[in-house]
């Protein structure tokens, strides 16, 4: 059976990088108690895209490739994105965690090179700039604690990643219900 859910997948994205970008840009060096209620949008929205990636990354239900460049980056940053929102909540520093987003970042600047090389998605070039943009803010993450300068740039590379997430989202939420896609399908027991 083939589950699609890369929909809400590529919300999570839009919503972990938005989120990610504006703290970044304007609450990193904010009081614990001012950010903390931040942690909870942190937090859901790293369920929201770890526990779907866990099943792709396990269970391959998409074309080849496509698990690997879609499955695991969303894993990685969903559970990233999970242990900074308990962090936030919890009130500790962001620092140590924030060094993780650095090899995560250059597994996404590496995929964007192996969209770009192998052809995937329908528009590799878009998707190679998407994960390219997110995977060079990753890898500033950890450098910005002590360059606020760079802080800008990682919110921007974000906010373009986010961008091109988005417009593929809508891309898929008008795509997959359609009766060429998802829209005849039926669950086993009421095919006839």
């Known amino acids: 059976m083939f589950i699609d859910y890369l929909t809400i997948m590529m919300v999570a994205v839009v919503v972990g990088a938005l989120l990610a970008a504006w703290y970044g840009w304007r609450f990193l060096d904010a009081p614990a108690e001012l950010v903390r209620p931040w942690g909870w949008s942190f937090l859901a929205t790293g369920l929201l895209l770890a526990i779907p990636a866990l099943h792709l990354t396990l269970t ?12 695991e980056p969303a894993l990685y ?6 242990l900074a929102g308990l962090i936030i909540l919890i009130g500790h520093d962001l620092r140590p965690l924030a060094w993780l987003s650095l090899p995560g970042g250059i597994m996404l600047v590496v995929i964007a ?9 329908r528009s590799p070039v878009m998707w190679a700039i998407a994960y390219g943009a997110i995977g060079i803010a990753g890898i500033l993450v950890p450098v ?11 919110a921007v590379l974000l906010v373009v990643g986010a961008a091109i997430f988005a417009i593929g989202a809508v891309g898929a ?3 997959h219900p359609g009766p060429d896609n998802f829209g005849q399908w039926r669950p086993l027991p009421l095919r006839s």
């Open 77 to 82: 940053f969903g559970v990233l994105l999970s």
């Open 113 to 121: 090179g192996a969209i770009l090389q192998h052809g995937l998605t």
């Open 173 to 175: 939420y008008l795509e």
């Open 144 to 154: 910005s604690f002590r360059v606020p300068s760079l802080r800008l740039i990682a």
């Open 60 to 71: 391959w239900p998409l074309p080849g490739g496509n698990n690997i460049i879609m499955g």
